[in-house]
């Protein structure tokens, strides 16, 4: 049965030497990676640039071969960039696509690119380089998140809010404070990140195919030119290596579990029933049936994007794991989870960035809800121990008794009269009122990393002075 061509390249002119039969469509639909790999071709053409250049300069390549070679690649560079160039399923994949479309370039001279070099360091070289700048640019996208919270920080280091524990009132603390929380958070994240690009700043090409190369390559050069530290140092390793992809979707995924959680936060928050932020209407949408309603849908989208980017941890884990050394074809299959979570992370990072700087805080709310649930309880016990030398155990059992009753007076603490605490203890005096605020209650708590608004302050400076210190560098 004669089977129709699906391409303009019937057999593979690359590896067909020993084949008499074209690859069925089915292997050629299983086989090919062009369809997401394309994403490559600047790190593709940039590797085969650097390799040339280093064949010619020690005398493996001509420097005529090289120079046609390079402004053939500088062709099909801007080919692409123009959406003319024409992808093939039968070449399988970027590296022979742009190999065969230079042989048309230039002739027979193409066929010497590919001299102490192969696929396996080819994509390994490649994809270290997109996961790299991926890497950076998302460093940077955090930077700026960091810097969105660091402006609420300063402008709210003194706003009360409730803080919680399971969720219930539990203390008094400041909107500065937790979102200096979240700058902590996010900043190891891109300490995680910089430590991933540290590791990851070896160079694979010159690896070959596993063994290394019989031709005097010079790796060195190539690393250089390619903008890493050093080239690898273990031929197989480089070929079978895929921790850097891991180490990223790693960093993804943590930093996805910080960022739903700050989505979820800001879903509570802006309910009528909490009121504590006012979303944009920039990054809200509204009901096609309820035209009261005002909907978080940019924050319930990144706390869902947390499910494919752990999704893409585990598939890319599970492709790794028990594959014996070197290269094998399974680990064609590293490439679509990192991009998936590269795009979908660059987004919820950019749409928690606007949604942060553009939303309202209500601090009456916050303050009102701060002073709700006897959120000052603990103040009361530690006055006694401080004041009156009560045991802790003791002084929470009589501040339990305090909240009891105003309890059932439906009143504050700070509403009881000094009688009525007396009758808890008799050593309570009217000094006690000075404690029973939710300001005090948090301008009391300046031990290292509490609370207190002369904390978040001199948190929020020392982050500002780090995020300068960065830009200087730069
Ligand atoms: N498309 C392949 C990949 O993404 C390139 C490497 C192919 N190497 C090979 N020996 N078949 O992994």
């Not at 994949?93 to 070099?117: K, W």
């Not at 195919?209 to 031929?235: C, H, M, V, Y």
């Not at 059992?397 to 309890?407: Q, S």
């Amino acid at each position: 049965m004669a089977r129709k061509p699906s391409t303009r390249h019937s057999s593979n002119k690359m590896w067909g030497g020993r084949f008499s039969d074209r690859p069925d469509a089915v292997m050629e639909a299983i086989n090919a990676s062009i369809g997401f790999d394309q994403k490559l071709y600047a790190q593709d053409i940039a590797g085969s640039k650097a390799h040339a250049t280093m064949l010619a300069e020690q005398g493996i390549l001509s420097k005529g071969d090289a120079k046609a070679i390079l402004k053939g690649l500088d062709t099909i560079l801007s080919e692409i960039e123009a959406g003319k160039f024409q992808f093939s399923t039968a070449l399988e994949d970027i590296h022979m696509n742009v190999e065969a479309r230079l042989s048309e370039l230039i002739g027979p001279a193409a066929g010497r690119l590919h001299t102490a070099r192969s696929r396996n360091d080819q994509v390994a070289v490649d994809f270290r380089l997109w996961v790299k700048a991926q890497a950076e640019a998302m460093h940077g996208e955090l930077g700026r998140l960091i810097d969105a919270l660091l402006d609420h920080a300063e402008i709210h280091a003194a706003t009360v809010m409730p803080g919680f524990t399971h969720l219930q009132t539990a203390q008094p603390v400041t909107f500065g404070h937790h979102c200096m929380a979240y700058v902590e958070m996010f900043a190891r994240d891109r300490s995680r990140l910089t430590d991933a690009i540290n590791r990851m700043d070896e160079c694979p090409l010159g690896a070959a195919a596993l063994a290394g190369t019989g031709f005097a390559i010079d790796r060195k050069a190539t690393a250089k030119a390619l903008g890493f530290r050093e080239p690898t140092r273990n031929s197989l390793d480089s070929v079978s290596d895929r921790d850097f992809a891991l180490e990223f979707l790693a960093f993804a995924s943590i930093c996805a579990t910080h960022l739903s959680r700050m989505a979820e936060e800001l879903v509570i928050w802006s309910t009528p029933q909490f009121n504590f932020v006012r979303m944009s209407d920039r990054f809200s949408t509204g009901s096609s049936i309820m035209p009261q309603k005002k909907n978080p849908d940019a924050a319930e989208l990144i706390r869902a994007k947390t499910g494919r980017i752990n999704g893409d941890l585990v598939a890319l884990l599970t492709v790794m794991k028990g594959l014996p050394l070197t290269y094998s074809k399974d680990m064609q299959e590293d490439k679509e989870a990192v991009f998936d979570s590269a795009e979908n992370l660059e987004l919820a990072i950019a749409a928690m960035t606007g949604m942060v700087a553009s939303m309202n805080i209500n601090t009456d709310a916050m303050k009102l809800a701060a002073g709700s649930g006897f959120s000052i309880a603990t103040d009361l016990a530690d006055w006694l121990v401080r004041e009156t030398g009560l045991p802790f155990r003791e002084a929470h059992h009589v501040t339990g008794k305090a909240v009891a009753l105003a309890e059932k007076k439906g009143c504050g603490l700070e509403n009881l009269s000094l009688s009525e605490l007396q009758k808890l203890n008799g050593r309570i005096t009217a000094a006690v009122f000075d404690v029973l605020s939710v300001e005090k209650s948090v301008a009391s708590r300046k031990s290292y990393g509490g609370t207190a608004p002369a904390n978040v302050k001199r948190q929020a400076a020392y982050w500002r002075k780090q995020r300068a210190k960065e830009s200087n560098r730069r």
